[in-house]
């Protein structure tokens, strides 16, 4: 991205308080000149918004409104999860929660993992077709949105999970053209592949 044509406003707010997710984040977006400031970097208290929305572009909106118009400050906010296309969508947005909300984020990782090839115990490899969903929002402490877009990321649900990479569901992500799952990737090559990156590409791109 040239100086020229680079966004007018270089620092975002990002409601989110998965550190997997901001750094991600940070390693698209500064190369494209954008900084991200995280919520734990504000002294004043916010209240986290209920994420009560049908769609992930719901989710990122109420987020992105919320902490915006909290700090008075441009924020971004995203959500995402994981669509299996033979459990007819789900987790979906409740991908997070999918085996509940007990434990650290790394034991509700786990257990969301387990509860998930238990689910798909009996379903081929043809058929465990599934992908990565990312909505992104900008918006204004107005409440106006700024700018959307949205990022997918194909594969299949892997049997057992593979690599030390990644977080969430990227163990069971697996690449049918690369033979290696998400978590497996190198973090340059997931971002260049990721939900994540596009969206968050595209959203850059749209504010051009």
Not at 9 to 23: L, Q, Y
Not at 55 to 68: G, L, M, P
Request: hydrophobic share 35%; net charge negative.
């Amino acid at each position: 991205m040239t100086e020229e044509n680079a966004p007018s406003i270089t620092k975002w707010v990002f409601a989110t308080s998965n550190p997997h997710k901001a750094r991600e984040a940070a390693q698209i977006l500064e190369p494209l000149g954008i900084e991200l400031l995280s919520l734990d970097r504000f002294e004043q208290s916010t209240e986290e918004p209920v994420e009560d929305g049908l769609t992930f572009e719901d989710n990122a909106r109420i987020k992105a409104r919320s902490y915006a118009a909290q700090l008075g400050l441009r924020c971004l906010a995203e959500d995402s999860g994981l669509e299996v296309d033979a459990l007819g969508g789900r987790p979906g947005v409740h991908s997070a929660r999918y085996a509940g909300l007990d434990g650290s984020r790394a034991e509700r990782d786990q257990a969301n993992n387990d509860k998930l090839l238990a689910d798909l115990a009996n379903v081929p490899q043809d058929r465990r077709s599934a992908r990565f969903v990312c909505a992104v929002c900008v918006a204004e402490p107005s409440g106006e949105v700024v700018a959307e877009a949205r990022g997918t990321y194909e594969g299949q649900v892997a049997f057992a999970p593979r690599g030390d990479g990644g977080f969430g569901y990227d163990p069971l992500l697996l690449l049918p053209d690369l033979g290696v799952t998400s978590a497996e990737l190198n973090p340059d090559e997931k971002n260049r592949r990721s939900h994540r990156g596009k969206a968050l590409r595209l959203l850059v791109r749209a504010l051009t």
